[in-house]
Each structure stands twice: as C-alpha cells, then as structure tokens.
C-alpha cells in the first residue's frame, strides 16, 4: 500500500524552527521527486518546496527561499524540510507528494501521491 506520512508540525514562536519529515511506504522513492505543499484554511495549496530523485535539483517558493532547506535520504525512504526563522505566515498544514519521474528535476505540479499533513502553527 502506498503512503506518504508527514510529521514534525508543532506549535512553535516566531524566529524558532522546526524539521518536517515525509516518510514513504509502498513504493521506491528513488523514481519520485518529492514536493512540500501547504494549505491554510479557504487557499489553494502553495508549492513550497521541492526536491528530484537524486536531491540534486531543488526549488523554493519566494516566501520561503534562504529559510527553508529540503533534503531526502531515499535510504530512510524519508524527505525532509528544514524551516528557519519562522513566522506566523508560515502557520499552515503541510502535506509532502510524490511525483513519478524519469528527469532529474522537480515541480510544483502534477503529483501522483500525497500524505494527509502536518499541522505547522507559528506564534507570533
């Protein structure tokens, strides 16, 4: 059975950090890259963060970009992202997916899998 488990939301203050992990069953993920979303409530989801089948290609949403660092260990079967400084903007539930791919590359688009998410909350 394929499955995607995100952990590591908590509640946490503004400037503090947290590290989200992606766990995959099911499936290798060595054939798919893997994105974070987020959603808050009544907005669509927003691409934060992805990463390609080797972790040599990354992207970063502008809101996020020199705060956020996403990183897989396909060894662990585990994604993660690492979140700096944040603030309460950042309060979100984060879901990871998983894009099947033959390129080295990552979008923020066309997922095939997704987890249920993480709640992140952000105080001020």
């Known amino acids: 059975q394929l499955r995607l488990v995100e952990s590591g939301g908590d509640l946490v203050r503004a400037g503090g950090s947290l590290r989200l992990s992606c766990t995959f069953s099911?499936?290798?993920?060595?054939?798919?890259?893997i994105t974070w979303f987020r959603q808050v409530p009544g907005k669509e989801p927003e691409g934060v963060s992805c990463?390609?089948?080797?972790?040599?290609?990354?992207d970063y949403s502008d809101s996020v970009k020199g705060r956020f660092t996403i990183s897989r260990d396909n060894a662990k079967r585990t994604v993660y992202l690492q979140m700096n400084r944040l603030n309460p903007e950042d309060t979100a539930t984060y879901y990871c997916?998983?894009?099947?791919?033959?390129?080295?590359?990552?979008?923020?688009?066309?997922?095939?899998?997704w987890g249920k998410g993480t709640l992140v909350t952000v105080s001020s």
């Open positions: 990463i390609s089948t080797s972790g040599g290609f990354t």
């Open positions: 099911g499936f290798n993920l060595d054939y798919y890259a």
């Open positions: 997916a998983g894009d099947w791919t033959v390129v080295d590359k990552c979008f923020f688009y066309g997922m095939d899998y």
